[in-house]
């Protein structure tokens, strides 16, 4: 279960604001559970927990111990919503060291999120005498950066193990019937999962999209998304008291609208920092658009308290801060302190809350059960729910981003695709080229 923690920030809010703010709240609740707000069309996560795919789920477990089987590592190719889920998950239950610990499961190595070629050297030199898949990721099959990549990549392996042999170590994640990533799966023989039309890129870490790197991590799915379910069936509530993603959604608008413009995540776990890149992406996207929204920004305590602390304490006054507060998991003695790790890192959290209150910084703390699969999957669902909700207070379309668009174009212009043509010369001539 996730319990928001409100305590530190209320004063800083107009009270009271629940009462006010409940109709508000109940309409866009009732937008994300009949699916008929704008971007509706978006809002097959809502119930994917409960609705998802059983065979193709089979059909990723397989896949995932036939990669274990017969790999070293897998590639994943992909970028934005199809990668930040997945490492965060993998990062957080497995470690942000996966790559280099002793394990059964295979390195997992993320591209396609980028276009420097020396990451994509360093890559092929890791590969280097080791066996290996493909796990390439995109709707369309042309977005730029893993399009690049994939087809480099399809090429190391088509040289290593011949036309056939990469065939059986390629596994697409794509749209259902379309797009030219499908063709080029359905032609070469290619396993396939989907990515559902109904669920955007970044609320598709519990489809296929995610959860195929996750399980050859040998996380266990079927528990990530129990937790989900769990956390699905709590988000049906249509009341502040019975729903945490009421509460969270609610209480960030309120400071929203009073003049707080940054909403900074933190936890005091290293292994967190893709779940908050993941976060950045789903709110940035969901709200950021038509002047609105709250900029999403992520620290790491209590490193970045030695970087970001001195702002944070006594800069503009433009931000509040979200704690999520993972349950102890070890006893990591400190023989110096005489202490735990895990106390002292609780003394810190709550000294570091105190003086931010008291420098003016609102803080919101969510906490986990634990920091286990179950949730994990509880605490994905939490986010997506709560930043539906927060589009629609915002009256946005939380599920569409036309600015990412906008930038696609031009750089297909810029690259000279066919029908740009156009397009690229009113360009370069902005340019000065």
Not at 118 to 137: K, P, R, T
Not at 396 to 405: A, H, K, L, R
């Amino acid at each position: 279960m996730i319990r928001v923690d409100l305590n530190s920030c209320k004063s800083f809010i107009p009270l009271p604001y629940e009462a006010a703010l409940a109709p508000r709240l109940r309409i866009a609740h009732d937008h994300l559970q009949k699916g008929d707000g704008a971007g509706g069309e978006f809002t097959g996560w809502v119930r994917l927990p409960q609705d998802y795919d059983k065979e193709e789920f089979r059909r990723i477990q397989a896949a995932a111990k036939k990669i274990q089987s017969d790999s070293q590592a897998l590639v994943v190719i992909g970028i934005g919503g199809s990668y930040l889920g997945a490492r965060g998950v993998i990062e957080c239950l497995r470690s942000p060291n996966y790559n280099l610990k002793k394990k059964e499961t295979p390195n997992i190595y993320f591209v396609g999120n980028g276009l420097s070629s020396d990451y994509m050297s360093e890559i092929v030199e890791l590969l280097d005498g080791v066996d290996f898949s493909v796990n390439v990721i995109s709707k369309s099959g042309t977005t730029t950066e893993p399009a690049v990549a994939f087809r480099f990549f399809r090429e190391m392996l088509e040289k290593k193990y011949g036309a056939d042999g990469a065939a059986k170590r390629i596994y697409a994640t794509t749209d259902r019937h379309r797009g030219a990533l499908k063709a080029l799966a359905d032609a070469k023989g290619y396993e396939t999962f989907v990515v559902p039309d109904e669920v955007g890129g970044r609320y598709s870490v519990l489809t296929a999209v995610g959860l195929l790197p996750i399980a050859v991590a040998g996380i266990d799915i079927e528990a990530l998304m129990a937790g989900a379910r769990e956390m699905m069936d709590i988000c049906t509530a249509a009341e502040m008291d019975a729903n945490p993603a009421w509460q969270y959604a609610g209480a960030r608008y309120e400071m929203y609208r009073t003049g707080k413009k940054i909403e900074i995540l933190a936890a005091y776990e290293p292994c967190f920092r893709f779940m908050a890149e993941w976060w950045k992406q789903l709110y940035g996207e969901s709200e950021g658009k038509e002047g609105k929204g709250l900029f999403p920004a992520s620290v790491e305590f209590t490193a970045d308290l030695h970087s970001m602390g001195q702002y944070i304490q006594e800069g503009e006054r433009l931000m509040f801060e979200t704690v999520v507060k993972f349950a102890p998991r070890g006893q990591f003695l400190n023989f110096l302190a005489g202490k735990s790790m895990d106390f002292i890192r609780e003394q810190a959290m709550d000294g570091t809350l105190l003086a931010h209150v008291e420098g003016g910084v609102p803080n919101v703390t969510l906490y986990t059960d634990g920091l286990d699969e179950k949730a994990m999957g509880q605490l994905i669902y939490f986010f997506e729910y709560a930043c539906g909700l927060s589009g629609y207070l915002l009256d946005v379309n939380p599920f569409d981003q036309p600015g990412v668009e906008a930038y696609k174009k031009n750089m297909f212009a810029l690259l000279g695709k066919p029908g740009y043509e156009e397009m690229r010369a009113a360009l370069l001539a902005k340019l000065g080229r």
